[in-house]
Nanobody, 124 residues
Framework: QFQLVESGGGSVQAGNSLRLSCAAS????????LGWFRQPPGAEREFVAA????????NYAESVKGRFTISRDNAKNMLYLQMNSLKSEYTAVYFC?????????????????WGQGTQVTVSS
């Protein structure tokens, strides 16, 4: 069973940084595109960032460009999201996801596996 588990969420003040991690178990990430999505309170899930296999292409939502960096460690089956200069509007549950296609896709419905999410709260 392929499972994804996020960690690293928490409560921080605006302007600070957090690093989210996503660990895969059950099988390797090999060949899979990976992504981060978030769901703000009372809103729908939205795309944040994605990375292709083996990591040559990345995509970001306009709202996080220049602030967030997605990366992957294929040897360790780990996905990361470095979040800098956090803003209160980034408060959300953050999910990692994996898809069988190797591309850095931005559409949530194209992803095949999801973690349970980690809460990020940014106070102003």
């Amino acid at each position: 069973q392929f499972q994804l588990v996020e960690s690293g969420g928490g409560s921080v003040q605006a302007g600070n940084s957090l690093r989210l991690s996503c660990a895969a178990s059950g099988r390797a990430f090999n060949g899979y595109g990976l992504g981060w999505f978030r769901q703000p309170p009372g809103a729908e899930r939205e795309f944040v960032a994605a990375i292709s296999w083996p990591g040559t292409t990345t995509n970001y939502a306009e709202s996080v460009k220049g602030r967030f960096t997605i990366s992957r460690d294929n040897a360790k089956n780990m996905l990361y999201l470095q979040m800098n200069s956090l803003k209160s509007e980034y408060t959300a549950v953050y999910f990692c996801a994996a898809r069988r296609a190797s591309v850095a896709g931005t559409t949530s419905s194209r992803y095949d596996w999801w973690g349970q999410g980690t809460q990020v709260t940014v106070s102003s």
